[in-house]
């Protein structure tokens, strides 16, 4: 694809992302004191870092690509690391929460768990997230059907089938956001595959602005779901 292609789609990711890392953070880490030293494995880009941030006092993002970490933003209490979790640049018995915002899936191995429980304190939470945006119901109003692709993703994997943790909380359900008709417009065309269906149904010198003014005479409010898992663990001593 065009370099142009994929600057249009990355435009409409950076223009709006629902704010679910901080619904489920907020839902689960809001009530408990602030963390002295927090780790976040798998940071990508430090959206799911920048939400953690408000409730740990310093805080690490550790992230395997390059690319990645080269566009975290600076903040104060932020430190960013090319890395992965089986090697965390940390002392032992320093880090009191670490979390996985989508991220374990691709990290989840016996090294990762020998890592955790030598970095993490006696009473540290760790702490499993991950959610899927559902968009068939708004994309079926435009009179557009995706076809279903098979993936080995799993977004509920945990460590309660790991012996080294003990299960504090684990639960899935589904979150409602409200969002204007621009918001919508911006995470429908922010996939390279619902772009390119936008872009067939809304052709013309500005798809998204056809797209906009479609979703507008549907509605002016619109709600979009998304299914979130959670998981909360304290490592066994």
Known sequence: MSEEYNQAISKHYAAYRPPLHQVILQANLGALPQFQLGLDIGCGTGVSTLALAKYCQQLHGVEPSTSMIEQTKP??????????????????????????????????????????????????????????????????????????TESNYDHAINFSDCDAFQAMKVYKETVELEVSTEELAHVLFSSSKRYNKLVETFAGDDPFANAVEALKQLSQKHVIQADTYFAMYQINA
């Open 75 to 148: 903040s104060e209490g932020i430190k960013y690391h090319v890395g992965d979790g089986e090697h965390v640049p940390l002392p032992d018995n320093s880090v009191d929460v670490v979390t996985f915002a989508g991220s374990l899936s691709y990290a989840k191995s016996a090294a990762l768990v020998t890592e955790l429980q030598r970095v993490c304190q006696s009473a540290a939470r760790v702490v499993v997230y991950d959610f899927e945006v559902l968009l068939e119901k708004p994309l079926k109003l435009l009179g557009i059907e995706m076809e279903l």
